[in-house]
Nanobody
């Protein structure tokens, strides 16, 4: 069992940066693949980024490549999402997710067993 708690969201202006954090409980964190998804009002969950258990394999959605960076610290049971050059279209609730095995397709929300409660990111123009 893994519990995930996100933090770091807020209201910023276009062009600003934010760093989201996700604290994970459980001694098996280092064996889990981790991801970030987001959901805007009236829309479905959208893949943002994912990272393999070791931290070296990372994946990003085309919409955030070059702007967002996912990373993890297995010693601290932490997952991060550094978001730079934020745009109004990045406004959404951001969720931290975990999968006990590396998903064959990291972009599918159904492949992740555990989800945090979400943190709101609002980018004004």
């Amino acid at each position: 069992q893994v519990q995930l708690v996100e933090s770091g969201g807020g209201l910023v202006q276009a062009g600003d940066s934010l760093r989201l954090s996700c604290a994970a409980s459980g001694r098996t964190f280092s064996t889990f693949a981790m991801g970030w998804f987001r959901q805007a009002p009236g829309k479905e969950h959208e893949f943002v980024a994912a990272v393999g258990w070791g931290g070296s394999a990372t994946y990003s959605a085309d919409s955030v490549k070059g702007r967002f960076t996912i990373s993890r610290d297995n010693a601290k049971n932490m997952l991060y999402l550094q978001m730079n050059s934020l745009k109004p279209e990045d406004t959404a609730v951001y969720y931290c997710t975990a999968a006990p095995r590396q998903p064959s397709n990291v972009r599918l929300p159904g492949r992740y067993d555990y989800w945090g409660q979400g943190t709101q990111v609002t980018v004004s123009s």
